[in-house]
């Protein structure tokens, strides 16, 4: 294994900040998802190892001793990749938290900053490849530092996450965005040591679980830090399904989730760090071999990878290609929730969503295997614009729907269908993105090459999130209703207008300018630039390769 698959392994949850009406999957986008299985580097690179080894094992009349030998391990990549997705879950469930709140779109686009470190971790992840205590263990020196950080974070949170909800001027937006950005960074940080130490920690025969590892782990930790956290943090959830007696309050607050889950980051980090062992080779065991590449000459080659006429091409499309759909997958469960949806029945809509999203991946692969992968990217791109309009067109309708015990049970089918029917467009886009990917990397640097690809990727789905909230604001028009000669142009024209027993009433929702506007970006995007997009597919494979000394 070269060096540079440490940074390989798994990016791209898009995961990304507020996908669809559902918690972001981010991280980015997050988890950027959410929601999503991800054409990782390591499922190629472990199935050649695999193959590798078969062969190898049927020239020398070898059983392969299967997974029981090493079932310890795999449980503990399980577990480190569920701890990583425990804060992706609670930053994803940040927004909504601030939306019933009334906190401002401004606010809420500053606050998306924390889903951006996923997509940026392969500016440091070099790095923490290269930099380590040889004898406390290369990807130990990385793990069990960052785990620690991000315990203490959450038990310096539980302390003071409410103050930073409920301050008398409103939630502090700017310390809150401090804190989980840095649980977003020091968890990606655990990320690239994990996924490197899953290649050595199992072996070769095995090598190919910590992809599963790493997606049932996270999927796993972001529901249990998302929905499961918003459903028991509700009161009227928890009265209605859970309790016989109703109470003010949930099963769970926040400061107490922060502290059960800090305690664990730090008592499971102490119990690796004494107890788990680099490099342990078990009886009969094949590892996959490490090397290590310098820092200077891993950026050197990023750089030459971006450089190339077709590459650099690519990335400008990537780079731009989401802006159509920044309104739809930003906005649109924050205003549900500004319209009254609860936040943790828009947080369950997820669990019904898993079958779907599994099976999507499978289904649509079988179309993108060809030589041209993009043109199911190309022809999906206009069903999920179209999607973004009926996602208006629905938050449009739903105070209309809202009654006095909530909102009928079609009301929330609708809903569901909705995002089911986006889930099929955005997958069909992101599996034939991944897939072209793997069509033009280069075989000699796959690793880096193709992680620099889905780098980019996310952030043409992060930057456009980010613009979107922001503007939200800007282009809503209120007036004020009741009190002569005063406006609500800003909040302290707005203040004034209810001092003087007036109230600020929308005139025109930014939402829906933006919803419009974006659509219409989108098309002229797909008519033009769309086209070039395809024309890439024509490009020759040495177009796409990289001269670099081996």
């Known amino acids: 294994m070269e060096p540079l698959d ?30 999503s299985s991800s054409e990782s580097e390591v499922e190629d690179e472990t199935a050649d190892l695999v193959r590798g080894s078969d062969s190898e094992d049927r020239r020398h009349c070898r059983v392969r001793p299967g997974v029981r030998g090493e079932l310890g391990n795999v449980l503990l990549l399980l577990f480190l990749y569920v701890l990583q997705g425990i804060p992706l879950g609670l930053a994803g469930s940040i927004p909504l938290i601030l939306q019933s709140k009334n906190v ?35 990807r130990k020196s990385w793990l069990v530092p960052t785990q620690y950080l991000l315990g203490l974070f959450m038990l310096y949170l539980s302390v003071t996450v409410n103050s930073l909800l409920q301050s008398e001027s409103g939630p502090n937006v700017l310390t809150l965005t401090a804190v989980f950005f840095m649980l977003a960074f020091l968890a990606a940080t655990q990320d690239i040591a994990v996924d490197g130490w899953a290649l050595t920690m199992l072996s070769r025969e095995n090598v190919g679980y910590a992809s599963t590892c790493n997606s049932v782990g996270q999927t796993a930790g972001y529901f249990l830090g998302n929905v499961l956290f918003l459903a028991l943090e509700s009161a009227d959830f928890c009265n209605k399904y859970l309790r016989m007696e109703p109470k003010e309050s949930g099963i769970v607050t926040l400061p107490d989730f922060l502290f059960f889950w800090g305690v664990v980051f730090m008592v499971s980090t102490t119990l690796v760090a004494i107890f788990k062992r680099e490099n342990e080779h078990g009886k009969g065991k094949r590892r996959v071999p490490e090397e290590t590449k310098g820092v200077t000459e891993t950026y050197k080659l990023l750089f030459s990878i971006i450089k190339m ?58 179309y993108t295997a060809g030589p041209r992968p993009l043109d199911i990217f190309y022809k999906a791109f206009p069903f999920r614009l179209l999607i973004g309009l009926e996602y208006a067109l629905l938050v449009w309708w739903t105070p209309s729907v809202k009654r006095e015990g909530g909102f009928p049970v079609y009301y929330f089918a609708i809903v569901l269908l909705s995002y089911a029917l986006h889930q099929v467009a955005l997958y069909s886009m992101y599996v034939a993105c991944m897939a072209f990917h793997a069509k033009v990397s280069d075989p000699l640097i796959g690793g880096t090459y193709m992680t620099l690809l889905n780098t980019v990727t996310n952030l043409g789905g992060n930057w456009p999130s980010t613009l979107a909230l922001w503007m939200v604001d800007p282009l809503t028009s209120k007036e004020c209703q009741g009190a002569a000669g005063q406006s609500c142009g800003s909040a302290e024209e707005a203040g004034l207008c209810i001092r003087e027993g007036g109230a600020c009433v929308t005139t025109l929702d930014g939402y829906y300018v933006e919803s419009v506007v974006c659509v219409v970006i989108g098309l002229a995007w797909w008519l033009w630039l769309g086209k070039k997009m395809r024309r890439l597919q024509e490009q020759s494979s040495a177009a796409w390769r990289c001269k670099v000394d081996q």
């Open 6 to 35: 440490l940074i390989t392994h798994k990016n791209r949850r898009q995961r990304k900040p507020a996908a669809g009406m559902i918690p972001p999957e981010n991280t980015r986008d997050m988890l950027r998802a959410r929601t």
């Open 104 to 138: 401002s779109y401004k606010d809420q686009a500053f606050f998306s900053f924390v889903f951006w470190p996923f997509s940026l971790k392969l500016l440091w992840a070099p790095l923490v490849d290269a930099l380590y205590f040889s004898r406390f263990g290369r």
């Open 309 to 366: 006429p077709t590459v650099f091409t690519f990335c400008a499309l990537l780079l731009t290609a989401k802006i159509g759909f920044s309104a739809a997958d930003a906005v649109t469960g924050l205003k549900l929730v500004e319209a009254g949806v609860p936040k943790e029945q828009l947080a369950l809509l997820a669990v019904p969503m898993v079958p779907l999203q599994i099976l999507l991946p499978v289904i649509i692969s079988k």
